[in-house]
């Protein structure tokens, strides 16, 4: 937890036994919040992707996120399989491969969102070209 936060919340509740009380409950609630901050994004995810007048289609992506929010993974799909590598900030993640199919880089950039699931854009060649809305796989 934020150090400065930790101290204003003692300092200002800490001048009775109710407010020491109410300090306690709250450092170990927001300890809870600020440890569950981080989104990690490893797992075997099934991506639905819709990339407008292209179609739509779906992939099996496994990602694997380092402690240093490096991301690894396959990906398999109506591209072919092929290694995936990116990066991951807590809140944000992107990762890519290269396709002999598309000629180029693609790019699938995102969140994850309350429900568990990810979402995002995907970007081919520089240009943004779609969406996809990924489910953990069992």
Same mark, same amino acid.
Not at 23 to 38: D, E, F, K, M, R
């Given at each position: ?6 101290? @204003? ?5 800490a =001048? %009775?036994?109710? &407010?020491?009380?109410?300090?306690? *409950?709250?450092?170990? +609630? ?18 639905a ?12 992506? @496994? ?5 240093? =929010? %490096?991301?690894? &993974?396959?990906?398999?799909?109506? *591209?072919?399989?092929? +290694?995936?590598t ?29 429900d ?23």
């Open positions: 937890m934020n150090e400065l936060l930790r101290t @204003t919340i003692v300092n200002r509740l =001048g %009775s036994k109710v &407010g020491s009380k109410v300090a306690t *409950l709250a450092l170990i +609630a927001l300890s809870g919040v600020v440890s569950n901050v981080w989104a990690d994004v490893s797992g075997n995810w099934d991506f992707v819709t990339l407008g007048q292209l179609g739509s289609g779906n992939a099996a992506v @496994t990602l694997s996120e380092g402690g240093d =929010g %490096s991301l690894t &993974g396959n990906y398999s799909g109506q *591209l072919g399989q092929t +290694a995936v990116g990066s991951s900030d807590g809140t944000e993640f992107e990762f890519s491969f290269n396709s002999d199919a598309i000629g180029g880089a693609i790019v699938y950039s995102g969140s994850r969102r309350d568990g699931r990810l979402s995002g854009v995907v970007v081919i060649q520089g240009q943004e070209v779609g969406t996809f809305v990924a489910t953990a796989k069992p």
